[in-house]
């Protein structure tokens, strides 16, 4: 990776966080829970960009404008509208486990 795109990556990073902290407290509260769901359980391509971060941010802008509750929008469950958010994406946990199937499917071979 050269240095140009890490100093724009940083640079688009600050400006996401920013977004973030122009958010009403609540939504910044929610917003930083789902980061860290996120980053625990989430999609592989979270650690390449912003991608789906930015994605929730958009929600969460829109929402601020149609003056709805942060809950509003995600519902009672964050954990579950984070999961239907990447529903389709692949996981760390989908890559542990195809790893996990693949040296067992070996041992049984031996």
């Known amino acids: 990776m050269s240095i140009k ?4 990556g940083k640079k688009e990073w600050r400006a996401h966080v920013s977004r ?3 958010l009403p407290q ?8 789902m980061q860290k769901y996120l980053y625990k359980v989430g999609p592989v ?6 991608g789906p971060l930015s994605e929730i941010l958009h929600f969460f802008e829109e929402g ?3 003056g709805k509750s942060v809950l ?3 519902g009672s469950d964050v954990a579950a509208f984070c999961d239907a958010l990447i529903e ?10 195809e790893s996990v199937k693949h040296k067992a499917d070996k041992a049984k071979k031996k």
């Open 20 to 22: 973030v902290k122009a």
């Open 72 to 74: 509003e929008i995600t």
């Open 45 to 50: 391509e979270l650690h390449e960009g912003i």
């Open 88 to 97: 389709d994406s692949k996981t760390y946990a989908d890559l542990y486990q």
């Open 64 to 66: 601020v404008a149609d």
């Open 26 to 33: 609540d939504y910044q509260i929610v917003y930083k829970e």
């Open 5 to 8: 795109k890490i100093i724009e």
